[in-house]
């Protein structure tokens, strides 16, 4: 989705982003999916839980700590 704001307007900015949210919520309460075509994305890697559930976060985070533990890829990005 891309909304088309004045980014000088922070009420336009904050409106903007309660929709997304809400569009995200709706998604995930009807069995869709908050990721995109290019994966969670910064603005959605809150929504892990929500969606997947406190293990299978969990999961996801001891398998990148396997597969990087010097958290050399992607860092900062998905798991903090």
């Given at each position: ?6 980014p ?6 904050e ?6 949210e809400?569009?995200?919520d709706r ?27 406190e293990?299978?976060?969990a ?7 396997a597969?990087?533990p010097?958290?050399l890829?992607?860092p900062?990005k998905?798991?903090?």
């Amino acid at each position: 989705v891309l909304f088309a704001i004045d980014p000088e307007n922070p009420g336009e900015r904050e409106r903007a982003e309660q929709v997304y949210e809400r569009m995200i919520d709706r998604a995930i309460s009807v069995g869709g999916s908050c990721t995109g075509e290019h994966g969670i994305g910064l603005m959605k890697r809150h929504h892990l839980v929500h969606e997947h559930g406190e293990g299978a976060v969990a999961t996801m985070r001891a398998l990148k700590q396997a597969l990087d533990p010097q958290n050399l890829m992607n860092p900062g990005k998905i798991f903090l």
